[in-house]
């Protein structure tokens, strides 16, 4: 059996389109950068906002601005 690779920020950060802002409030709000690998919508999928628009929701939901 192979081993599991971790999951890093910077993979994070480019699968995802993030920038450093991005990063931080996802850090603030406690997500892993697995979890946001795991947000990214697929084709079928429309429904569903991109990682960067769901993590500045999420974040101005619970902190009420974003850091831009």
């Given at each position: 059996?192979?081993?599991?690779?971790?999951?890093?920020?910077?993979?994070?950060?480019?699968?995802c389109r993030l920038n450093?802002?991005?990063?931080?409030m996802a850090k603030e709000?406690?997500?892993?950068?697995?979890?946001?690998?795991?947000?990214?919508?697929?084709?079928?999928?429309?429904?569903?906002?991109?990682?960067?628009?769901?993590?500045?929701?999420?974040?101005?939901?619970?902190?009420?601005?974003?850091?831009?």
């Amino acid at each position: 059996m192979g081993k599991k690779q971790k999951t890093t920020w910077a993979e994070a950060k480019k699968r995802c389109r993030l920038n450093q802002a991005d990063i931080q409030m996802a850090k603030e709000l406690g997500m892993t950068p697995k979890s946001l690998l795991k947000n990214i919508p697929s084709p079928s999928q429309q429904w569903k906002a991109p990682v960067k628009v769901w993590v500045r929701e999420l974040y101005e939901e619970k902190f009420g601005a974003t850091h831009d």
